[in-house]
RNA sequence: GCCCCCGUAGCUCAGUGGAUAGAGCGUCGGUUUCCUAAACCGUGCGUCGCAGGUUCGAUUCCUGCCGGGGGCGCCA
């Protein structure tokens, strides 16, 4: 790859200059502006220090050493600025990477190894079985199967979980709620009143356990709501069960071990402050109940099972909770880096420019059945993959339904069709694709064809960001501009008219594929559908 | 009071230690004798909330303040 390529070229010419080491500040990178290069390096900037000269200086004696013998498909080398060191690559070096997109195709172009193999278990939604998900839950469920998708796709292997709170306090109001209403009678105090409420409880057969009912409705419900969104659970665990089968006094054996466990007001507590929490937290109450803490404990234990490096998505309204179970896991000897919480910031949903206030017990919410029945599948899980889980979201629905045709999704979809019927007129017409070593690719030095090239070329380190930083959005944004690029290339250079000279009809057609490849792995990640025609 | 997140163009949001800060929508105007106009092109005088600090360089990092959202139970 030329950014390695690049990388070594530089590091050895600083070598050779004296700085050893070199800085892990230095890097190579796509300049934001085309006129500064292909590809530039700070490497001047962070070492002037280190060799003892300014920068420029620095640079200049920079170039002189990389000019003999030039790295591969470097045109000419500028210093520019401070001192940046930019590179001018021949057009090559683009063919090069549609050589690599179309031989590896969506299966292999950007395949990382970032994760070596490591299992990661990542949990998400996780919402009380007492209702339909809400469509804020919606933006977990995207989130957490997206994040899973890039993930697996940078050699890690990830295991998706949906934690079932099928015990407590609310399951049994719920339970009654169902069993009021189906008697005609008003839900108790704290209860549910949604109106899902009264049709669920028409639906509850005579004799059923109203809670254990209420339940199994509820989690089917989510179950197909969130599949039909393309989000699905390798584990659904239930909490009913873990406490069923006794684990948490085991649990609490394992914490005494620590020395953190002490008894205070007749309760058993837990040090969490001594691994920065707040406050130290209960473990069991006085009257000999365990917390929801204990077994929460207990899940997340058991999660180990199923991954190496644990990963929690939660809502925001939960961010007080990550503390203590960091605490917990780190005294049952967890490593500090293997428990990670992922904090989501909550949807705010607008519909006829007024917000949607939403509560599940008062029973005015929206649910995620309700935008994915109203604006489909995929515009609602693209719409929720647009921006970062840090960022709050607005979805306005009349946006997202009234304009559909307006909405980024089909933006990148109708890419991905005009490609699909680019294939078809070509058969039509009789044109058939050379193999691509009999291709000329040196053909494409039109810029709408080099741009979208270098869109593709992009994807590695866009791919390895969204891994790192746990940020699907960034697919988004990327596969957004790779359509963008696409659509200014079929517009201003055509394929299979007839003016078009066959040697170049046939780079374009690889190129086209090239394009392909680049829409296909992109909805993939988010978990989108690419339609051939629309 | 303490903790987490956000504050970037009219609106919704990207970007984030670098070289003149971007996109979509909206506005106005243009583009089609053969590949889908769900497209393309042009059109934006933004104190990147405010004030300090670190740095060769800050919208990006640190501190304080202001504004918005969320959280601070022997609830889950």
Redo the contacts with the bound molecule.
């Keep these: 790859m030329i950014k390695d390529q690049l990388t070594e070229a530089v590091t050895e010419a600083l070598s050779a200059l004296g700085v050893d080491p070199v800085p892990d ?1 230095m890097v190579v990178e796509r ?3 085309r ?3 292909d590809w ?1 390096t ?1 490497a001047a ?2 070492s002037s ?1 280190a060799a003892g000269r300014n ?1 420029r200086e620095l640079a200049r004696e920079l170039v002189d050493h990389l000019d003999t013998p030039r790295p591969p498909h470097v045109e000419a080398m500028e210093i ?5 060191v ?1 590179f001018r690559l021949a057009p090559t070096w683009l063919h090069d990477v549609l050589v690599e997109v179309v031989e590896k195709g969506e299966g292999d172009f950007t395949r990382l190894n970032l994760g070596r193999g490591k299992t990661v278990n990542i949990e998400f939604v996780s919402a ?1 079985p007492t209702g339909p998900i809400h469509a804020g839950g919606g933006r977990w469920g995207a989130y957490g199967d997206s994040l899973a998708r890039v993930m697996a796709r940078c050699g890690y292997r990830p295991h998706k979980e949906f934690y079932i ?1 099928d ?4 399951t049994v109001l719920f339970g009654q709620s169902l069993e009021a209403r189906r008697n005609g009678e008003e839900p108790p105090d704290g209860g549910y009143a949604g109106a899902y409420i009264e049709e669920w409880a028409a639906e509850m057969p005579d004799g059923a356990d109203p809670v254990a009912w209420g339940i199994e409705r509820s989690l089917a419900d989510a179950r197909q709501v969130l599949e039909s969104m393309n989000v699905t659970f390798d584990t659904w665990s239930s ?1 009913r069960a873990l406490v069923e089968s006794g684990v948490e006094a085991d649990v609490l054996d394992r914490l005494k071990q620590s020395g953190l466990v002490y008894e ?4 058993t507590w837990l040090r969490t402050t001594e691994f920065g929490d ?2 130290d ?2 473990l069991v ?3 000999g ?1 365990y ?3 204990t077994p929460d404990i207990a899940y997340h234990l058991d999660k180990y099972n199923r991954g190496e490096l644990l990963i929690d998505i939660l ?7 990550a ?1 203590r179970m960091r605490a917990a896991l780190r005294a049952l000897g967890k490593p500090e880096d293997s428990y990670e919480v992922i ?1 989501g ?2 949807v ?1 949903l607008v519909r006829h420019g007024q917000e949607v206030k939403m509560s599940k017990r008062a029973g005015n919410i929206v649910e995620i059945r309700d935008l994915v029945d109203e604006v489909g599948p995929d515009v609602a899980r693209f719409a929720y993959l ?3 889980i ?5 979805l ?1 629905i009349d ?1 997202l339904s009234a ?4 909405n ?1 999704v ?2 990148v ?2 890419a991905n ?2 490609i ?3 294939g ?2 070509a058969v039509k017409r009789g044109v058939e694709r050379l193999p691509l070593d009999q291709v000329d690719l040196s053909r494409l030095d039109h810029e709408r064809e080099l741009e979208l090239l270098r869109q593709l070329s992009l994807l590695p380190e866009v791919l390895e ?1 969204a891994c790192n ?1 746990r ?1 699907p ?2 697919i988004t ?1 990327w596969v ?1 501009e790779l ?2 690029t696409f ?2 290339f ?10 078009v000279e066959p040697e170049l009809q046939q780079a374009r057609l690889w190129l086209a594929e090239g394009a392909r490849i680049g829409l296909a792995i992109g909805l993939d990640l988010l978990g989108v559908s690419a339609p ?3």
């Design positions: 500040t300049p934001a502006r006129e500064h290069g530039s700070n900037l962070v220090k920068p520019a600025g401070p001192g940046f930019n009380n709170n015990r407590g306090r609310q909490e205070r007001d007749g309760a707040n406050d937290r209960v109450k006085s009257d109940d917390t929801y803490f809502g925001s309204d939960h961010h007080g909770y503390p904090i910031q909550f705010r647009l921006q970062s840090d960022s709050p979201q607005t306005d946006v304009e559909a045709a307006e980024p089909y933006y979809q109708y069709a005009r699909h019927s680019l078809e007129e960001l930083d940020a959005h960034k944004t957004r359509a963008a659509h200014g079929y517009r201003d250079c055509p394929v299979l008219r007839s003016d051939e025609s629309m």
